[in-house]
């Protein structure tokens, strides 16, 4: 056997591409982010990741050859059309292994729950609530047409809406404030007239502009900007409703639940989740750290699909890479 075999794991993001190179006693070689791996957010999305697969290798001090599989969570890999744009991401002259193509939740599930029962959610560039029950079922939010709109571009879409629409008052100053300043524009009439002239032209460059201003949406709920409490209230209560249809399907009464993504992982989305999951339908939800974050979850299931057995050792590789990663 070739002793410099090694696997890649990929977590490709609506903002970042992640690229893992770990050998097979898990031991991390090479890691490395890049820009986007979604053509709905980036057009070079395809040389984004190409290049960060080489960069990697080339890091590991290892060639094409030595990899024995791949896998990457791909944002946006929704059908069996997708991946038309997908499978071209992974295309490299040489790289021949095996290579598995996914939606990036699946990767997420792997890392944040390493195969147990249990619900992700992910609120960050993108939005989706996947689960897998006991018996293996992969169940997803949109498989029952649901969706969460929690992402951070369409909080901030919403918050903007809600002040545009006039709904704010004295507790919303500072916050409007931060919203002039991130359109660059002085007064509400001027963002008025930037909105009816759609913002921007490129859709890319719009959702970007708006999931930019994300962050002080959820700073200013904590503050207690009236208009930013209701939209995370509101995008709250769709996440609280998509655990809960997917809770449904497990057999035990008590499912662990964990959060991914910036938004997912704010203060404010963290305390106000944990409260209202505490009277929460169908089952008692259990709020648990992620294990690991979505590149090692595809870095798992790659050494998996190399039929390499994980055991405590990789774990305790794996954890020891990350702690000193931190």
């Not at 040389?47 to 960060?52: F, K, L, S, T």
């Not at 590991?60 to 071209?88: H, K, M």
């Not at 169908?282 to 974050?293: A, D, H």
Request: proline share 2%; charged share 20%; net charge negative.
């Amino acid at each position: 056997m070739n002793n410099k075999q090694v696997v890649i794991g990929i977590d490709g993001g609506g903002t970042h591409t992640r690229v893992m190179v770990s050998d097979r006693q898990g031991h991390i070689l090479a890691y490395l982010e890049r820009g986007s791996a979604s053509i709905y957010k980036d057009k070079q999305a395809a040389q984004n990741v190409q290049g960060a697969i080489a960069e990697a290798l080339l890091k590991a001090e290892r060639t094409t050859a030595d990899v024995s599989a791949l896998v990457a969570g791909i944002a946006g890999y929704d059908a069996p059309s997708d991946l038309e744009w997908i499978t071209p991401l992974t295309e490299l002259e040489g790289l021949t292994c095996p290579k598995f193509h996914v939606n990036d939740a699946v990767s997420a599930h792997s890392g944040a729950l390493m195969g147990r029962p249990g619900i992700v959610i992910i609120a960050g560039t993108g939005s989706i609530i996947v689960g897998v029950t006991e018996d293996g079922q992969f169940i997803r939010n949109y498989d029952f047409h649901h969706y969460a709109a929690t992402a951070a571009r369409s909080i901030a879409y919403d918050a903007v809406y809600e002040v545009l629409a006039g709904s704010y008052n004295e507790t919303d100053r500072e916050f409007m404030g931060s919203m002039l300043a991130h359109w660059g524009v002085l007064t509400l009439d001027e963002l008025a007239d930037t909105a009816k002239k759609g913002f921007n032209t490129d859709r890319r460059e719009r959702d970007k502009q708006f999931g930019d201003f994300a962050p002080a949406i959820t700073k200013a709920a904590e503050q207690g900007s009236s208009v930013a409490v209701r939209v995370c209230e509101r995008a709250i209560g769709q996440i609280k409703v998509g655990i809960e249809l997917i809770g449904a399907s497990f057999a035990d009464e008590e499912v662990a639940v964990t959060f991914i993504g910036s938004v997912a992982n704010s203060t404010y989305y963290l305390r106000t989740l944990t409260d209202k999951l505490a009277q929460g339908n169908n089952k008692r939800y259990l709020i648990v750290r992620p294990q690991f974050p979505p590149v090692i979850g595809s870095v798992l299931l790659a050494l998996k699909h190399a039929n390499i057995a994980v055991d405590e050792h990789i774990i305790h590789h794996l954890h020891s890479y990350e702690q000193s990663s931190h």
